[in-house]
């Protein structure tokens, strides 16, 4: 998972996104820009840099889109169940 701007700002003490990415080449943090101009830094690089535990990455959040139309068995949402 990717840091998000608020975790960016409570990593490097940084609230725009210039300082923040001069943080991040001066503690020699591994990271990308994005389009909109904010870096993209990996939580599990985060975690390597500064010691901590495995176990204190996030684990993925499961998204569950059943509850849209066509979404169960796999049908796109344009097949209909209903004969014509």
């Known amino acids: ?31 990308r ?3 909109d101009g904010w870096p993209a830094v990996h939580e599990a690089h985060v975690a390597d840099k500064l010691g901590a ?9 499961e998204v569950r889109l059943d509850h849209l139309p066509g979404a169960k068995h796999g049908k796109k949402a344009q097949e209909s169940t209903r004969p014509a």
């Open 1 to 31: 998972m990717i840091l998000t701007k608020m975790e960016l700002m409570e990593l490097t003490g940084g609230k725009r996104k210039k300082e923040i990415i001069a943080w991040l080449k001066a503690e020699g943090f591994t990271f």
């Open 33 to 35: 820009v994005k389009l």
């Open 53 to 61: 535990p495995k176990q204190a990455v996030r684990k993925p959040v």
